[in-house]
């Protein structure tokens, strides 16, 4: 059965600092894969979506970048993290080139930056 | 890409069927209508998907009526475990659908 995994689950950084979330897909090949922010209360924000090995699309500019070394293994990174980059930060993978099927999320990655 | 509108918020108490309807006017002939649940502290998890009619799980029921210019989602007999959010999602994830759009879903409460 596919998994996918994400750490770590909390994580506070201080102003300035770097960044790097990673997530891990199992038992699937070439997948579709995502990063989502969501700020408390709100509903999920597309960052990042990756349709193979070193492709990237982003949606929205920020201070966050990401990269697919592998191609089950999405990383989000940060070279100086600010305070708007607080929030609750979830990968997804989806089947690659179907049309029927949805996202699976991972458990996600709570960052406060202070 | 096809925008989605929800209510905001809604309460239910136990024991009851609660429905929760989302508009999708704009929706595309490829796009399939699906739903997620969200607790806090977690990511959403997978609930239903449809295209067209009604689709039923174990766990809950789609209608889509003929137009699929909206979609019900159905929970029978809710408990108070089912408080939760509730997103509708309209999309094709094998052509672009990936830029699907989550909106800010519903909230139920489910009280005792």
């Known amino acids: 059965s596919q998994t996918i995994h994400q750490w770590p689950a909390t994580l506070v950084q201080p102003v300035g600092s770097p960044l790097s979330l990673e997530c891990t897909v199992e038992?699937?090949?070439?997948?579709?894969l995502y990063w989502y922010r969501q700020a408390a209360g709100r509903g999920l924000q597309l960052l990042f979506y990756?349709?193979?090995?070193?492709?990237i699309s982003s949606e929205v500019p920020q201070n966050l970048s990401a990269s697919r070394p592998q191609d089950r293994q999405f990383i989000l990174s940060s070279k100086k993290l600010l305070l708007s980059d607080s929030g609750f930060y979830l990968c997804?993978?989806?089947?690659?080139?179907?049309?029927?099927?949805?996202?699976?999320f991972g458990s996600g990655t709570r960052l406060t930056v202070v | 890409l096809a925008k989605t509108t929800q209510p905001i918020s809604m309460d239910s108490y136990e024991g009851q069927e609660v429905n929760i309807t989302c508009s999708h006017n704009?929706?595309?002939?490829?796009?399939?209508i699906t739903w997620y649940q969200q607790f806090p502290s977690q990511g959403p998890r997978f609930i239903i998907q449809?295209?067209?009619t009604k689709v039923t799980n174990e766990v809950a029921s789609l209608f889509i009526p003929a137009d699929r210019k909206s979609s019900t989602l159905s929970l029978p007999r809710v408990s108070l475990s089912d408080t939760a959010v509730y997103y509708c999602?309209?999309?094709?994830?094998?052509?672009?659908?990936?830029?699907?759009?989550f909106g800010a879903g519903t909230r139920l409460f489910v009280k005792a």
């Open positions: 997804a993978w989806s089947v690659r080139d179907r049309g029927q099927g949805g996202y699976t």
């Open positions: 038992g699937t090949s070439n997948p579709n």
């Open positions: 990756s349709v193979g090995i070193g492709q």
């Open positions: 704009n929706i595309a002939t490829n796009d399939y």
């Open positions: 449809g295209y067209k």
């Open positions: 999602l309209v999309g094709d994830l094998g052509t672009g659908g990936f830029k699907t759009i």
